[in-house]
């Protein structure tokens, strides 16, 4: 067994269980779930978009049901569902879930991945051996100068990890294995997911809210220790099609009107320094043309639409809108069309109303020593999602850094504090109803 003791210490006045004994059983888990090529893909029709995301679902509800969580299956489309009874005399404890997705990134090979352990992390740049090309430096990774000591898991090179969001499964089903293990931890009826589809923004297609049952959730599938992320981008998408006028090129002059053109002069005229993803951080918002689609007589510019207020977003939408109207103004023959439709909203928008479910995972971290801090995702997450649905949905930390990517890594020490996170939640839970 790879697994490992947890060295978190629980002061006793809050009841807290020394837990310096319990042997792990993430990074076992973690090992074999990665073996499983469960990459999704964005140009499917199914769902979910590619079937072999289900064979790790079947190992996952058989492990589930060896935890003793007799209802653990999975439905049509993927979901793989189970539910922790409630083990606490308290009536009004409320049903708390957490989720995590099964399916990796559609931008790197999933396949025969091979997972590298560099145990007693000495500090500085990581090669990986199948490709001395690859490499995981400390600029671009700054959170491995906090991981001297630590084992950190790594791909070899040839693919990507898996972390995302394997490292969650492997988690919350730690998370299950020690609550089940240990009956004198007291908690309300907790409900796990574990869903198809996420990184193809599809995760939550045909996820039953009144049916997995759950008053707050928490997806595990965040980056830095401690996060607790609470709020992601509003999102729009936004076509902007720019017409001309065809004819024979041959009997052309003074009557075609090339749209390509048209749509050219306008994206030249984007922003070069400011608005877009390559030039923005932080809370910043972007504009970004995705898809050029087009011919003489109609071309269309597909943009994103990012900010974080719904306003930023109008702002944004008017700028494309006068420009694309400004362009058009110089070819009398032409004209435009827009069309705007929704995307997402910042799920802080959601949770803002449910304090709990953020003072509660940040009280779980203090507990176990670990600084706790909100954050903010420049991007959208099944949670923000889930949130509009009826279930308010934050993210935390399952410690996984560079997704996307042959760079990805994860530290298995971060894991068991995500372990103990989902544990500590629960027990807040059940203490504060």
């Known amino acids: 067994m790879l697994s490992s003791k947890n060295t978190l210490f629980h002061a006793s006045q809050h009841g807290f269980s020394i837990m310096n004994d319990y042997q792990h059983t993430c990074l ?16 499917s029709k199914s769902f979910p978009s590619t079937e072999k995301q289900k064979v790790l679902g079947e190992a996952l509800v058989k492990e589930l049901k ?17 539910t922790i009874p409630a083990n606490t005399d308290k009536p009004n404890v409320p049903v708390i879930g957490f989720i995590a997705h099964m399916d990796t990134s559609p931008e790197v090979s999933g396949a025969d991945v091979n997972p590298i352990l560099h145990e007693n992390y000495e500090g500085g740049d990581i090669v990986l051996p199948a490709d001395n090309s690859i490499v995981i430096t400390v600029e671009d990774n700054p959170d491995l100068a906090e991981k001297i000591g630590e084992t950190i898991i790594t791909a070899d090179g040839t693919t990507l ?18 609550l089940v293990s240990h009956p004198e931890v007291k908690h309300g009826v907790i409900r796990i997911c574990f869903t198809p589809d996420e990184e193809v923004g599809r995760g939550t297609e045909h996820f ?6 759950a008053k707050y959730a928490y997806t595990v599938d965040g980056e830095q220790l401690g996060s607790v992320e609470n709020e992601t981008f509003c999102a729009d998408s936004m076509t902007i099609k720019f017409k001309g006028v065809n004819i024979h090129p041959g009997f052309a002059k003074g009557k075609l009107l090339n749209s390509i053109k048209i749509a050219a002069d306008f994206i030249d005229k984007l922003p070069k320094d400011a608005l877009s993803p390559e030039t923005t951080e ?4 972007y504009v970004h043309p995705y898809v050029l689609n087009g011919g003489i007589e109609e071309t269309s510019v597909k943009f994103l639409i990012r900010d974080f207020e719904e ?20 070819y009398p023959k032409g004209s435009v069309e827009t069309d705007v439709e929704e995307s997402y909203r910042n799920m802080r928008y959601v949770l803002d109303k449910h304090p709990r479910v953020i003072d509660y995972a940040m009280e779980a971290m203090k507990r176990l020593g670990i600084e706790p801090h909100t954050g903010s995702i420049r991007g959208g997450t099944d949670g923000a999602r889930l949130s509009y649905m009826g279930l308010p949905c934050p993210n935390i930390f399952a410690g996984e850094h560079s997704f996307h990517s042959k760079r990805e890594w994860i530290s298995v020490q971060d894991m068991e504090k995500a372990v103990m996170t989902i544990v500590e939640i629960a027990k807040v839970w059940e203490e504060r109803s």
């Open 161 to 178: 990890l898996g972390a995302d969001n394997k490292a969650g499964i492997a988690e919350i089903m730690d998370a299950a294995n020690y």
């Open 28 to 43: 076992d888990r973690f090992l074999t779930y990665v073996k499983y090529d469960t990459q999704s893909d964005e140009n």
């Open 311 to 330: 306003q930023g977003l109008k702002e944004k939408e008017n700028f494309l809108q006068k420009l694309a109207e400004e362009v058009v103004a110089r």
């Open 282 to 285: 932080d809370m910043q918002g």
């Open 208 to 213: 039953d809210v009144e049916k997995f049952g």
């Open 66 to 82: 060896e935890l003793g969580l007799d209802d653990a299956a999975m439905d049509e489309w993927g979901y793989v569902t189970a």
